[in-house]
């Protein structure tokens, strides 16, 4: 159990040298933002997730079964505006792959 308070608080406060450097800890907190975003974004704008896909695809599959409130076109727009967000994310990922901190 020490061993993995351990490498827990390794991973919420990693040391100086490092080598991946302050990624993991911000890794995490993108984790808890994209969650909190999630479930804004499902109460507030019309039953759709923004930050995760899966929920989209299978709220797509029952608007188009004829489920009643849902709309398959607010999931298709959502899942579009994902994959244009994804391919830009590609593009600058390849620019900036030669340093780990500049990705994030």
């Known amino acids: 159990m020490r061993a993995l308070l351990a ?34 974004s499902y109460l507030a704008l019309g039953h759709v997730f923004v930050a995760n896909m899966t929920g989209n695809v299978v709220f797509l599959g029952f608007a188009l079964a004829g489920a009643e409130g849902l709309s398959a076109t607010a999931s298709v727009v959502s899942m579009t505006a994902f994959l244009a967000g994804a391919l830009a994310g590609g593009r600058f990922g390849t620019r900036f792959a030669a340093h780990r901190g500049r990705l994030l």
């Open 7 to 40: 490498d827990a608080a390794h991973t919420l406060v990693p040391p100086k040298d490092d080598r991946h450097g302050p990624l993991p800890p911000l890794l995490l907190a993108l984790t808890v933002v994209t969650g909190l975003v999630d479930a804004v």
